[in-house]
């Protein structure tokens, strides 16, 4: 089992880093920190370059973090932070398929974070090395993994980004 919660972790974390390279520091083709605040901005973002280097620090330094199996449930909580708000900001209106732009990546991404926070990050970890494992880890640590993620991801879409008015509805 060891070896398997290394792969994964590893895969999986190093996947998101670099996916916030690409939003910080333009690497792999990314758009950078000027071209992800340009996107948070077309998303509605109230502060679209604070947000850009929100997403990409929390991507970067929790992709990092949980393959290396450091604080996991912590890292577990920025990974599903971001990709609810991707999902709900830009990707679910697109179905599924990630071929669509569709919310198959940061499902299978939470999911995977979730689940590592359940499990634990295994003995190849830090938080093994550390003695954390078994404080940070398990059902609890799951749970809080997905409740501190929908609480700030809620959060960040209702206070942090401007939203239409609606039809019928004065501006208050």
Avoid: C
Wanted: aromatic share 10%; no cysteine; glycine share 14%.
């Amino acid at each position: 089992m060891t070896l398997g919660l290394l792969v994964i972790r590893v895969i999986a974390g190093l996947t998101m880093a670099a996916h916030g390279g690409q939003k910080l520091f333009g690497w792999f083709d990314g758009p950078g920190r000027r071209g992800t605040a340009g996107m948070m901005e077309k998303l509605g973002y109230r502060q679209p370059a604070m947000m850009a280097s929100l997403a990409g620090l929390a991507e970067f330094a929790g992709g990092l973090a949980f393959a290396l199996g450091f604080l996991t449930p912590f890292a577990a909580i920025a990974i599903v932070i971001v990709m609810l708000n991707a999902t709900f900001t830009v990707h679910l209106k697109n179905g599924f398929w990630n071929t669509a732009s569709g919310y198959e990546y940061p499902l299978v991404m939470s999911a995977i974070a979730v689940g590592i926070a359940a499990t634990g990050p295994g003995d190849a970890s830090a938080d093994s090395a550390l003695g954390f494992m078994g404080a940070l880890s398990g059902d609890v640590w799951a749970l809080v993994v997905v409740v501190s993620a929908l609480v700030a991801s809620t959060a960040t879409m209702t206070f942090g980004r401007h939203h239409e008015q609606m039809p019928g509805h004065p501006v208050r």
